[in-house]
T-cell receptor, first 112, second 115 residues
Framework: GQNIDQPTEMTATEGAIVQINCTYQ??????LFWYQQHAGEAPTFLSY????GLEEKGRFSSFLSRSKGYSYLLLKELQMKDSASYLC?????????????FGKGTRLSVIA | SQTIHQWPATLVQPVGSPLSLECTVE??????LYWYRQAAGRGLQLLFY??????ISSEVPQNLSASRPQDRQFILSSKKLLLSDSGFYLC??????????????FGPGTRLLVL
């Protein structure tokens, strides 16, 4: 089967650092994606990891451990505009015609 | 650069009425195309997936259907809407990336309310 787990909600303070975790159990693995989705809008692509380690892109970084089925998204120097849902998705090539499996998302609230 | 369009942006329809949502992609050829639904407070549910013209894979059996009459056009339809069809409908496209992944890029979405 396929399962993606993320915390439902998180709250963090402006200027701080927050880590959003994602664990997955899938038959196969060919990459993990993070998306940002502001309320009422479509998801936008943030990052892609296929090898173990940390990928850094400005204030956002994403980490992957394939052996642990674990990833995190790290947001630094939080800004109010970072308040959004963050979706973790795994590409499972063994799942036939379903190329990405999405988690339910983590709703992040940034407070002053 | 690639762009993806969806229309309409918002739609209010009575129960039992038909539905047609359209999605088009520009700036790429032979994309993979997807229809998702996102109900309030829930995750993204993949509805249909297409790798080429006339090729549709259905992920969830329901009263919706999809068609791909042209390479960069994907249509979501229903003959009779149900209340449970209300939600945020998202079209996405992807192409194989150089790293072997398949990043999906989403359109702006259509918010459907069935009354």
């Amino acid at each position: 089967g396929q399962n993606i787990d993320q915390p439902t909600e998180m709250t963090a303070t402006e200027g701080a650092i927050v880590q959003i975790n994602c664990t997955y159990q899938t038959s196969g693995f060919n990459g993990l994606f993070w998306y940002q989705q502001h309320a009422g809008e479509a998801p936008t692509f943030l990052s892609y990891n296929v090898l173990d380690g940390l990928e850094e892109k400005g204030r956002f970084s994403s980490f992957l451990s394939r052996s642990k089925g674990y990833s995190y998204l790290l947001l630094k120097e939080l800004q109010m505009k970072d308040s959004a849902s963050y979706l973790c998705a795994v590409r499972d090539p063994d799942s036939g015609n379903t190329p990405l499996v999405f988690g339910k998302g983590t709703r992040l609230s940034v407070i002053a | 650069s690639q762009t993806i369009h969806q229309w309409p942006a918002t739609l209010v329809q009575p129960v039992g009425s038909p539905l047609s949502l359209e999605c088009t992609v520009e700036g790429t050829s032979n994309p993979n195309l997807y229809w998702y639904r996102q109900a309030a407070g829930r995750g993204l549910q993949l509805l249909f997936y297409s790798v080429g013209i006339g090729q549709i894979s259905s992920e969830v059996p329901q009263n919706l259907s999809a068609s791909r009459p042209q390479d960069r056009q994907f249509i979501l339809s229903s003959k009779k809407l149900l209340l449970s069809d209300s939600g945020f409908y998202l079209c996405a496209w992807s192409a194989l990336s150089g790293r072997g992944g398949e990043t999906q890029y989403f359109g702006p979405g259509t918010r459907l309310l069935v009354l």
